[in-house]
């Protein structure tokens, strides 16, 4: 089946930090990545679509400039949250979508906690 | 834009059927996704309908009826590793990026 992984699980990091996330797709071409936010208890959010060798597609309240996506393969997106703040602790989950179908794939999710 | 509501908690008894239900609004839609998501884990896919009816797969089956914009998830012969949450998303428009509801928690005890 469909592997996705992430990198890495779990970070903890300083106010002020950059934080890098990866996201890759192991054994399919993912045109179309995707990555969530979630916080406990609640529902993913889309924040952005990133299309292989184009801008990403930012949703509506996401900042791009401090969620910065990159998706320079079809097996590669990373995200990075710069300048992370306390108020970006979450669970963030990547998703892939191979170039036939409609399905998502997802990764095991990074946990990120700024202290 | 979607709306999608689903419960917030269900429980049910080991061994039991419990069906979660799911109703949307919105246009141009093109299908809908049930994933499962164990806590502190990422969601796993269970199931994607676009026409009515229908779909089983082994214990869990899932019905969509497009015209009343309403879908069920159904698990059979619950056991406890069941407890989790069940998430409703619906894709519509070109783009099929799925929209995802708040999650159904689904508590199963002995």
């Known amino acids: 089946g469909a592997v996705v992984s992430q990198h890495p699980s779990r970070v903890i990091c300083k106010s002020g930090t950059s934080v890098k996330i990866e996201c890759r797709s192991l054994d399919f071409q993912a045109t179309t990545m995707f990555w969530y936010r979630q916080f406990p208890k609640k529902s993913l959010m889309l924040m952005a679509t990133?299309?292989?060798?184009?801008?990403?597609?930012?949703e509506q309240g996401v900042e791009k400039d401090k969620f910065l996506i990159n998706h320079a393969s079809l097996t590669l997106s990373t995200l990075t949250v710069t300048s992370a703040h306390p108020e970006d602790s979450s669970f963030y989950i990547c998703?892939?979508?191979?170039?036939?179908?409609?399905?998502?794939?997802f990764g095991p999710g990074t946990r990120l906690t700024v202290l | 834009g979607q709306n999608i509501d689903q419960p917030t908690e269900m429980t049910a008894t080991e061994g039991a059927i419990v069906q979660i239900n799911c109703t949307y609004q919105?246009?141009?839609?093109?299908?809908l996704f049930w994933y499962q998501q164990h806590a502190g884990e990422a969601p796993t896919f269970l199931s994607y309908n676009v026409l009515d009816g229908l779909e089983e797969k082994g214990r869990f089956s899932s019905f969509l009826s497009r015209s009343k914009g309403y879908s069920y998830l159904l698990l059979k012969e619950l056991q406890m590793k069941d407890s989790a949450s069940y998430l409703c998303a619906v894709s519509s428009g070109g783009s099929y990026i799925p929209t995802f509801g708040r999650g159904t928690s689904l508590i199963v005890h002995p």
């Open positions: 919105t246009s141009g839609f093109n299908g």
């Open positions: 990133s299309n292989e060798g184009s801008k990403a597609t930012y």
């Open positions: 998703s892939a979508r191979p170039a036939s179908g409609n399905e998502q794939f």
